[in-house]
């Protein structure tokens, strides 16, 4: 059974920097897109950032793009979320998962993705 686990997450001020990372077990994850979303209380889930399977293309929401940098090692099976200049509206619980298609691009549709992770709670202070 192939699964997910976010970590990393925590609280930290506004203009602080923090780390997300997925660990993937249980398929060859190395031939799948991944994703992060979130979502914040009394809000839907929305997208954040996707990666390709091979690394070299990444996607982002404009509410992220030029704070956030998605990557991934496929030696490790792990993606990263890297969150600077943080505000206080970034905080959400943060969840990845594993995009349905394999060597596809990596969408901002939530219901392309499977295998979500339980995510981890981001709260930045104002």
């Known amino acids: 059974q192939a699964h997910v686990v976010e970590s990393g997450g925590g609280l930290v001020q506004a203009g602080g920097s923090l780390r997300l990372s997925c660990a993937a077990s249980?398929?060859?994850?190395?031939?799948?897109?991944m994703g992060w979303f979130r979502r914040a209380p009394g809000k839907e889930r929305e997208y954040v950032a996707g990666i390709s399977w091979s690394g070299k293309n990444t996607y982002y929401a404009d509410s992220v793009k030029g704070r956030f940098t998605i990557s991934r090692d496929n030696a490790k099976n792990t993606v990263y979320l890297q969150m600077n200049s943080l505000k206080p509206e970034d905080t959400a619980v943060y969840y990845c998962?594993?995009?349905?298609?394999?060597?596809?691009?990596?969408?901002?549709?939530?219901?392309?993705?499977?295998?979500w992770g339980q995510g981890t709670q981001v709260t930045v202070s104002s």
């Open positions: 249980g398929r060859t994850f190395s031939n799948y897109g």
């Open positions: 998962a594993v995009y349905r298609y394999s060597g596809g691009v990596p969408t901002s549709r939530d219901y392309e993705y499977d295998y």
